[in-house]
């Protein structure tokens, strides 16, 4: 990820943020903040690099009343069948530490029934008791406020993808996401840890050998921080289509660090 950031449009009234809502994005290496405006605006773009999860003390966004606030987490998840959930499930389909299990909550957000896969639920672990003293405030002090997980922006972010069959992947610092649809149904979401872009083109052809893809015919889109590594340079030596995924509904006064940093907007719909 990158350095700190601290984008704040002009248009941004500290005033009038109970029309505004703030998603809270923990990232691989920090956490993300972003606001929309009741017009669907980013309106402001924060990022921590926090190794220790420390959110310095006073942060203006965290303090103040949004009309909605969502925490996305990022870490361990399954997509179950909702005919399957429990948390007697959740527990033998999430990969969890026996030692972790007393101070982490399982929660789960629903694929809305549009969306490329009925009557399944995006299952995850939120470390509540892990999270930073401030965050734990904000969460707590609204009434309206929700969680979710990275695997549902990226579903939500392939549903506006037209195309019958394609792969999907986001890169973050340290970690790839990877969605697959096949016949307008995901076929496999799953994530890893890399360290080279190297890395990313393996699991990347990986899915697409297990599924039989054909890289000449079926598109990758890349969504996320492609100033990481040059992911794109050796894609294009192995796949004929492919195509960035860039922000969108950002306040034309913001001006990323690159505009294809998408892993920053927490909000894709």
């Known amino acids: 990820m990158a350095d700190n950031l601290d984008l704040l449009s002009s248009k941004f009234v500290f005033e009038n943020t109970m029309q505004y809502s703030l998603s809270i994005r923990h990232q691989p290496d920090g956490y993300s903040f972003s606001v929309k405006d009741d017009n669907g605006i980013v309106v402001a773009v924060k990022h921590l690099v926090s190794e220790k999860n420390y959110i310095p003390d006073n942060d203006p966004l965290l303090n103040l009343n949004f009309n909605k606030v969502t925490y996305i987490e990022s870490g361990a998840f399954a997509l179950i069948p909702v005919s399957l959930f429990s948390p007697e499930h959740a527990k033998i389909f999430m990969p969890l530490e026996k030692d972790k299990l007393s ?121 996320g921080e492609l100033t990481l590594f040059p992911f794109r340079n050796i894609v294009k030596d192995f796949m004929r289509f492919h195509d960035v995924i860039t922000p969108k509904n950002i306040s034309d006064d913001i001006s990323l660090p690159n505009p294809e940093y998408f892993s920053l907007i927490s909000y894709c719909d």
């Open 103 to 223: 101070i982490s909550n399982i929660r789960h957000c629903s694929i809305p029934d549009n969306i490329l896969m009925d009557n399944s639920l995006i299952t995850f672990v939120s470390n509540d008791k892990q999270l930073p003293q401030q965050i734990k405030s904000r969460l707590s002090k609204d009434l309206n406020t929700e969680f979710s997980h990275d695997a549902l922006l990226l579903i939500k972010m392939a549903a506006m993808i037209d195309e019958h069959s394609f792969v999907l992947c986001e890169l973050m610092a340290g970690k790839l996401i990877v969605l697959a649809v096949n016949n307008a149904k995901i076929s496999a979401i799953t994530s890893y840890s890399v360290n080279t872009e190297l890395d990313m083109l393996y699991y990347v052809m990986e899915m697409y050998r297990v599924l039989n893809f054909n890289p000449e015919q079926v598109k990758l889109f890349i969504s």
